[in-house]
């Protein structure tokens, strides 16, 4: 199995666009003020944008649509048709088979968390003067976090995927060395008959 230029492309412009995103939620997180209604002395929340929710989703679909890619490609690791046993590029095929795992639910969590917590607004919340009246907001680095993860993903996916496709013989070496066992056993035959029919003739 040999590393694959389109699949490659593909994985890092998706996890590219999911850091990007994320970085947009982050930049566009819901900001409250506390306004007076004008019916009574009660005060409540107004919030300004939704803009990182829909971010910080697209970013999570993103990077899922990536990991799904990777693994289906690789077979997740687990199912492929023959790995090399003993060598350095397997050990790092296993190593940054979890460390793209590991990377991607944290990236996953931080922006669905994120986004959750971003939709979610105070109502209204009847206090009279106002002065004690807090607007429940998403806290500063959240997604920034969800974007950082994403590029650690990005950098083990790669990895991952160039360490497999290394590692992978995809069935080839067995083929091969059955191949050659049996070429050599019908060139030691040939040999052996060839001495026999000089044997006869003397």
């Not at 590029?151 to 990895?159: A, D, E, K, Q, T």
Request: aromatic letters at 12%.
């Amino acid at each position: 199995m040999g590393v694959s230029i389109p699949i490659l492309v593909i994985i890092t412009s998706l996890h590219l666009l999911a850091f990007v995103l994320a970085v947009g939620a982050e930049r566009r997180r819901s900001t409250a003020k506390v306004v007076p209604d004008e019916y009574d002395e009660r005060t409540y929340c107004v919030y300004d944008t939704d803009a990182s929710t829909a971010y910080g989703l697209s970013a999570f679909g993103l990077l899922l649509i990536s990991q799904t890619v990777l693994n289906a490609v690789t077979k997740c690791f687990c199912f492929g048709k023959g790995m090399m046993v003993g060598r350095s590029t397997t050990t790092c095929a296993v190593f940054f088979f979890i460390f793209s795992w590991v990377s991607f639910l944290g990236a996953e969590a931080c922006l669905v968390a994120g986004s959750a917590r971003n939709a979610y607004h105070t109502k209204f919340r009847g206090i009279f003067g106002g002065d004690d009246l807090s607007c429940a907001t998403l806290r500063k680095g959240i997604f920034a976090a969800g974007a950082a993860l994403s590029l650690l993903s990005m950098m083990g996916s790669i990895f991952y995927y160039w360490a497999h496709a290394k590692a992978d013989t995809g069935g080839w070496e067995r083929q091969n060395s059955e191949g050659l066992g049996m070429t050599t056993s019908h060139y030691m035959e040939n040999q052996q008959q060839l001495k026999d029919n000089q044997f006869e003739k003397m």
